[in-house]
């Protein structure tokens, strides 16, 4: 199946759920990521997925422990 992908760019704004809140920044240094009222760190992909006939889900991409 061909399918083609559309990138915006230049998005803000604040997305916000129960659990998680998004703010969304100019660059991914001014963009802050809640769940359940307090940051997460090391993130590094946040992705809103919105596919017909299913559940409108936010993934998150975390890097697991501390980075050295």
């Known amino acids: 199946m061909k ?3 559309i990138r915006a760019m230049g998005v803000s704004g604040i997305y916000r759920d129960k659990e998680i809140e998004i703010h ?3 660059s991914s240094d001014k ?3 809640k769940v359940n009222g307090k ?3 090391l993130i ?3 992705h809103i997925h919105m596919r017909t006939g ?3 889900t936010v ?6 422990g ?3």
């Open 44 to 46: 590094f992909g946040a």
């Open 39 to 41: 940051p997460v760190d």
């Open 59 to 64: 993934v998150l991409e975390k890097y697991t």
């Open 3 to 5: 399918k083609n992908i």
């Open 66 to 68: 501390d980075l050295k």
């Open 31 to 33: 963009t802050i990521i």
């Open 24 to 26: 969304i920044g100019a």
């Open 54 to 56: 299913e559940m409108t």
